[in-house]
């Protein structure tokens, strides 16, 4: 058996976690020849590993900057960068989920997993082995031959977050990716998009119109203002990990929620 030079290892081992800088972001869109300015002024620094929510009034630009971070547009003004590098185009290592799972009809859940990988040209015995590995983590392993229209809507987003972490992404940009779920299988997502998380740490922007799971997920949640968007306030969640649904019940996880919610107050306020 061949044995990999330290160089190649690194070469082959899956990158860490991304850092993230967005400095000075600002996006004006042309609407029917009339300037949209969806972004202003936007600062953010993500770490390695962290887990981070945006939240804020419909239309603030949450998702115009998570486009904006996975490379799908450029900014007006200003630059994001993924481990100091300037985002131009989609880069390899980000991994994406969006609120529809857009999975392809045609094809079972294990093909819809293995799909970036066909792409990249990467689709075999390895890649193959590796979304199987995936749909055992998210408790759909027994389903790897079914349609996605033999699934539930909850099935179906998890297999679209298997497809997203198929590649090993150093970021993960998901777009309210449980907003069309009922609560119930929303809150067994996140359990399960957590536990994924820490096995496989990774940076991950998400996302959500709800506080409670900001609160759940995140390290720290970036609360932003009405259009055009900015960061209002950037909160530290402190409560400790791993967190299981027992935490839900925490007083502390209340206390959070109400700081959440008093800064998405003052951030709604400061339009009127
Ligand atoms: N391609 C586009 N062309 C013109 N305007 C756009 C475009 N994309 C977004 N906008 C506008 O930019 C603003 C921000 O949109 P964006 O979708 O980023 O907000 P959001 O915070 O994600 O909203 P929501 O919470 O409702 O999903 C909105 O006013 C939207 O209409």
Redesign the pocket.
Known sequence: MATLTGQQARDQAPPGPAALAVRGVA?T???RGAA?R??EHTDLDIAPGEFVSLI????????????LIAGL?EPTAGTVSVDGTPVTEPLAQVGMAFQKPTLLRWRTVLDNVCLPLDIAGEGGAEGRGRARELLEMIGLAAFEKHYPKELSGGMEQRVAIARSLVGRPSLLLM??PFGALDEFTREDLNDELLGVWQREPKTVVF?T?SISEAVFLSDRIVV?SA?P?RVHADIKVALPRPRDRSLRDQPEFYEAIRQVRAALDEAKDGER
């Open positions: 996006k869109f042309t609407r949209v969806a972004l804020g009034p419909s239309g603030c630009g949450k998702s115009t900057l998570l486009k547009l777009d309210e996302v119109h932003m259009r968007g």
